[in-house]
């Protein structure tokens, strides 16, 4: 290996301007030489380390102490505090919290904070015992369960699984079901029958909404508001299907006792004759009452 004895300009100037703020290993990234060749160099040159020391106040106690620059430039959280010490209380994130069994306080970080918190693995088996008092829906039986299994589902709403079967049988707990399903099922982006919907009325220059949750029950195509009309696109594959019609006509049923008129447009007849659909539109919104 060859080592380099030159120095070039550029070198010495960065040498000049680094070698009182910064440290040897420091300078060993900006310049491309052993530490030994650097300490030689600015001997030769008559440069000196600057032994003056930057006055600062602790963050934490408040305290003044001195610092080399070099200890504090290009470094994160450095010459803020006094002491180790000091440090960690400044970057302790903690916050009081009371216990909710025994009531004592003790320290938390923000991301563990919870519901219900607990100071230690006594109280956690303690909560974890306590029972509480329910009314069963079917049968009308009271019984205690720990407080941990009440939180969710049917645990807190029936003493056993036949009550628990027997309502989901029964016309209540199916209508709840549906309503629970229809609920949370995300609405999904538009077929492309529906896009062509939407442009039929975008033309036409009517204020409709689409992809609509109405009555927590169903998930609508079109609504138009104005004249309390519900368009819907129907596949040809899906709809023909016996249960399937059975379904829309009683959907149909449904929606028209709560006062809106329906238009049930062909997926075959939007995609090959639009012109078509688009009359029909015009003529049940001929016939329907404007509000």
Request: hydrophobic fraction near 30%.
């Amino acid at each position: 290996m060859i080592r380099r004895t030159l120095w070039s300009e550029k070198e010495i100037k960065k040498l000049k301007k680094l070698f009182s703020s910064y440290k040897d290993r420091e300078l060993t990234m900006f310049i491309n030489r052993p530490t030994s060749g650097i300490q030689g160099k600015a001997r030769d040159l008559g440069l000196k380390k600057s032994s003056r020391k930057v006055k600062k106040i602790c963050k934490v106690c408040k305290k003044e102490f001195f610092l080399y620059p070099c200890q504090v430039k290009g470094r994160k959280n450095h010459g803020l505090t006094c002491s180790v010490e000091c440090n960690s209380k400044l970057m302790d994130t903690r916050i009081k919290v009371k216990c909710d069994i025994c009531g004592k306080e003790f320290l938390r970080q923000k991301r563990q904070i919870k519901k219900r918190n607990y100071c230690g693995q006594k109280c956690c088996g303690l909560a974890q015992r306590k029972r509480k008092k329910f009314k069963c829906i079917v049968c009308g039986k009271v019984k205690e369960r720990p407080i941990s299994q009440l939180k969710g589902g049917g645990r807190g709403k029936f003493c056993g699984k036949k009550c628990r079967f027997r309502f989901q049988r029964s016309r209540k707990g199916r209508a709840l079901q549906r309503k629970v399903t229809i609920a949370s099922f995300p609405i999904k982006s538009p077929t492309d029958i529906e896009l062509i919907l939407q442009k039929i009325l975008d033309g036409l220059n009517i204020k409709h909404i689409s992809q609509v949750k109405k009555f927590k029950r169903y998930i609508l195509d079109e609504i138009i508001p104005k004249y309390a009309l519900i368009v819907e696109a129907q596949g040809t594959f899906w709809h023909q299907r016996p249960k399937r019609k059975r379904r829309d006509r009683k959907r149909k049923r449904y929606l028209e006792k709560r006062g809106y008129k329906v238009l049930l447009l062909d997926g075959q007849l939007l995609k090959k004759f639009p012109e078509k659909a688009k009359k029909k539109i015009i003529k049940e919104l001929d016939n329907v009452y404007i509000k």
